[in-house]
């Protein structure tokens, strides 16, 4: 690591194992603290989907009410995103994750009291806003902490917190669903939320500075003479300078690094709605299709989230490692290999539980790399390090659309039959997701098209 410091032209230790140890130090607390709170999170955020069908049968609500409640808190998520996005640059990543931590901790003990439709709106609405401060904000700081030349591998292992957080916020809310009801699983989340803020609190910096150290410099990019080139050459030379309205802003983007953030925020809308569409609606059709129990239901579709761990530190590593960090070309084999895995799930999986089991599985493995890849260290590269937080906003922003359409979606699909199944949909849903894929392959591509000709930077 301390490599990583001299090449980037920062000063050394001022004596050996002194200085240095107390700023590698911090880089990881800052990592441990960001990490933490992304992942605890999700304890706020995952129990109303797993407890789904049994928060239903008590409410006497069916699959289109569950889906319209889910669909308030996306539409909330994605609001959020891009509010998010620009509060962050103002107020700084302490500030904006410590108040969205509050306000979930809040919204998800109101859940366990909860007895309406609307009360569970109300809050999802809350909840959704809160949660929408976590990735921005998170994302952001880390990019003050690493080095692009680190960004993959760092950020590799620090996106296993959802995979992580998801799985535990699942198997946490499962088991207390079968001992002591739904309400428990909601207030048992908060709980673990508070100890996860408390730490945030104590080791969490928004930038080296804060704590005495220097700043990183912006590195170059792999592509950058290339991409000087093309501007100079083209109709992009006038993006060279940024505008007067992009420097008002802060970030300073040029035509072409707006056009990069759209693209990816296109493709994030279609790996979302893939990822929420797994996360929100698998335990409900294991439950309804295949019979399981509440908890197995909720254990098996912890699969997908297991087996994107593997997924995001492979993808991140092999950015480093043999791309030179272009994140775009290691997505977009992994999305090839995610085309496949929800066409196994569509036809396979769809008429059997082991093959759905294995099927979620390989969607976890290629579907979190390019997930974690693009909207992470892609976000940080592509809107440099002092815009990460709004390129990051933005993306995300644009993702939680496609969540809110699958959820939408995918409630009216499933329809009750009078024995208490929902069968009637599965194959229509499970087409949706290998449609799904394809549209991120077409977005991924375009990006990693713009790459080879030096007008985009992923």
Known sequence: MGAGWAGAGLPG???????????????????????????GLYFARKPFFIVKADLGDRLQLDASALGR???????AYTIGQFVAGGLGQRLGARKLLALGMVAAITA????????????????????????????????????????????????GLW?????????????????????????AAFFAGALVLTGVLLFFLGNQANRPSDKGFEDFPEEPAPDAAAASSAQA???????????????????GWSRQTWISVLLVGGFYFFVKFIRYALWSWAPYLLRRNFGLDGDDAGYLSTLFDLAGIVGVIGAGWLSDRYFAGRRASVSLYLLLGMVLSTLLLATAGAHDVTLFAISISLCGLCLYGPD???????AMDIGSRRGAILAAGIINGMGSVGSIVQELLIGGMFVADA??????????????????????VAFLAAVVWRNRRGLSDA
């Open 159 to 183: 996106a296993t917190c959802y995979q992580v957080g998801g799985v535990g916020a699942n198997a946490m809310a499962a088991w207390l669903l079968v001992r002591y009801g739904d309400r």
């Open 372 to 378: 974690a890849l693009m909207t992470g260290a892609g």
């Open 69 to 75: 409640i889910g669909s308030v808190y996306l539409i």
């Open 419 to 440: 024995a208490g199944g929902a069968a009637a949909g599965t194959a229509q849903v499970l087409g949706l997701l290998l449609t799904a894929s394809l549209g991120a």
């Open 13 to 39: 230790p001022e004596a050996p194992g002194a200085r240095f140890s107390s700023l590698a130090a911090w880089r990881w607390r800052v990592f441990a603290a960001t990490w933490l709170c992304y992942a």
């Open 233 to 251: 050459d083209g109709p992009a030379a006038a993006d060279a300078t940024p505008d007067a309205d992009a420097a008002a802003n802060d970030p």
């Open 108 to 155: 998800s003990i109101a859940f366990g009291f909860s007895t309406t439709a609307l009360g569970l709106s109300i809050w999802m609405a809350i909840n959704g806003l809160a949660q929408a401060t976590g990735w921005s904000g998170a994302v952001g700081n880390m990019a003050q902490w690493f080095q692009r030349s680190e960004r993959g591998t760092v950020m």
